[in-house]
Structures are given as structure tokens and as C-alpha cells.
């Protein structure tokens, strides 16, 4: 996917890749604020916001994936473990392309998530039983995901393809993304907890 919204498919047409990025960056922070929006319906159906239960239940989910990345035990995050449609890439223009690859990573449960932090924060946007709070909740999700295209194409420090490609598979092998999800998850369950006080 990376390589659909990279600046070499567009070659000398800047503004054609500049689209693309931006199409991509806002469908997925639209599909991403949808999961929460659904999320904050869904948990206000069920009559949230549940007090002192959903600070408890967004405290528990908090520990348990902070523990996760610092531990490394295996505890499964809610994803779907595939990869966004290949074929859309050869089907569609590269700007239609990038941006179906956006709805489909904003989403977030339909792909790979590496992390747990998203599902934790999907609990918050449920408990909060609001849709709009949860779609503000979730949408930073999909902003930073579909950014993150442009940051390793530009982090590659070259337009070539494999750069953008071999930046996002060095990012996944250093253990700082870990470490930071785990700090984040870690504050999450800290201020739920103190939230009961």
C-alpha cells in the first residue's frame, strides 16, 4: 500500500501524489472516526456511560495491552490479519486507490493492528455513550495512520519505491513502538483509575 501513494508512481506530478496523500489521509480519519462514532451509539444503546464500570473496564483493557508490549506475551488484539485489497491498486487510478486503502486502514480492524491501544480507546469511545466524543476519540487513529504513508516515504529520504517500503519494515523491527503504546496505556489506565477517586 505504501508504495500506491508514493511520490515515484506520480513521477514529476507532485500535485497528482499531494491528492492522493490527501485523499488517503482523509479517509482514514473518517473511517476511523466512524469506529468511534458506531462505538459511542452503540455503548449510549446500552446506557452508557457506565460510571464508575467503564473507567474499571477501559482501566483493566488498558493494563492488560501496556502489559502486553512490555511483557511480549501474546494477548491477541481484535484484527482482521490481512492485508487492504492488492488488486485495488491495478483496478482503480493510484488517487482512488489510496483512497480506499485509507477507509480500509482507518477501519483499523480490518487489517493488521500491531498494537492494542486502538481497541482500548474503541472501549473508551463505547463507555463514553456519545458519538460524537467517540468519533473525536478515534479519528487521531486514522489521521496518524494515513499519514504515516507520507512519513516513511519521506523518512526513506528518496522517492525509489523500496525506500518507502524498507523505512516502514525497519520502524516494525525497533522496539520503541512498543515502549511508547506501553507509556501511552499505561497513562490511559492511571487516569481511568484515578477518575474513580
Not at 492522493?20 to 479517509?27: E, I, K, N, P, R
Not at 473507567?55 to 508490549?69: D, L, N, T
Request: glycine letters at 14%; aromatic letters at 12%; proline letters at 5%.
Amino acid at each position: 500500500m505504501v508504495e500506491t501513494i508514493a511520490p515515484v508512481v506520480y513521477g514529476e506530478k507532485r500535485s497528482r501524489y499531494r491528492a492522493a496523500l490527501f485523499l488517503h489521509v482523509v479517509a482514514a480519519t473518517a473511517s476511523a472516526a466512524g469506529v468511534g462514532a458506531v462505538a459511542g451509539g452503540i455503548g449510549w444503546l446500552l446506557g452508557a456511560p457506565w460510571g464508575t464500570g467503564g473507567f474499571i473496564a477501559v482501566a483493566i483493557a488498558a493494563g492488560v495491552y501496556a502489559f502486553r508490549e512490555l511483557s511480549g506475551v501474546p494477548i491477541p488484539v481484535p484484527d482482521r490479519h490481512k492485508q487492504v485489497p492488492l488488486w485495488w491498486r491495478t483496478f482503480y487510478s493510484a488517487p482512488v486507490a489510496g483512497m480506499l486503502y485509507g477507509f480500509g486502514i482507518g477501519v483499523g480492524y480490518l487489517t493488521y493492528l500491531s498494537f492494542g491501544t486502538y481497541f482500548v480507546v474503541t472501549i473508551a469511545a463505547a463507555t463514553s455513550g456519545d458519538v460524537l466524543l467517540g468519533a473525536a476519540l478515534t479519528a487521531p487513529f486514522g489521521f496518524g495512520r494515513g499519514l504515516s504513508v507520507a512519513v516513511a516515504n519521506r523518512r526513506a529520504g528518496s522517492v525509489e519505491r523500496p525506500s518507502g517500503i524498507d523505512s516502514v519494515d525497519a520502524l516494525a523491527r525497533t522496539r520503541w513502538p512498543q515502549l511508547a503504546n506501553a507509556g501511552v496505556l499505561t497513562i490511559v489506565a492511571a487516569v481511568a483509575l484515578t477518575s474513580l477517586i
